[in-house]
Nanobody, 123 residues
Framework: VQLQASGGGLVQAGGSLRLSCAGS????????MGWFRQPPGKEREFVAT????????EYRDSVKGRFTISRDNAKNTVYLQMNSLKPEDTAVYFC?????????????????WGQGTQVTVSS
């Protein structure tokens, strides 16, 4: 496994979770990283992305102000801090990477994906 996502779970609305995406056999500082999610019965959708340095970030409109993507290149890990969670945030969350310096919100532009981690937000 080259990208390992973890940190999902069951949380009440208004709660917080922090997802981690750890790289093994991949040096994540060489990649733009993204978080996507797939709600039940829906297609995969963009959540957040960060440039290789982490200085440039972009977010899905519905998570702006609630989610924060960050990266610790020394630990070869990317994080997604999720606060004020809502039931509509329920999904399987995936991390992906793309070997370029340009951020992207398009799943097809990411070359490698880790396995997902389930986030369930109860009302």
């Amino acid at each position: 496994v080259q990208l390992q996502a973890s940190g999902g779970g069951l949380v009440q609305a208004g709660g917080s979770l922090r997802l981690s995406c750890a790289g093994s056999e991949r040096t994540l500082r060489d990649y733009v990283m993204g978080w996507f999610r797939q709600p039940p019965g829906k297609e995969r959708e963009f959540v957040a992305t960060a440039s290789r340095s982490g200085q440039r970030t972009e977010y899905r409109d519905s998570v702006k102000g609630r989610f924060t993507i960050s990266r610790d290149n020394a630990k070869n890990t990317v994080y997604l801090q999720m606060n004020s969670l809502k039931p509509e945030d329920t999904a399987v969350y995936f991390c992906g990477d793309r070997h370029t310096r340009f951020v992207s919100s398009t799943a097809e532009e990411y070359q490698y994906w880790g396995q997902g981690t389930q986030v369930t937000v109860s009302s």
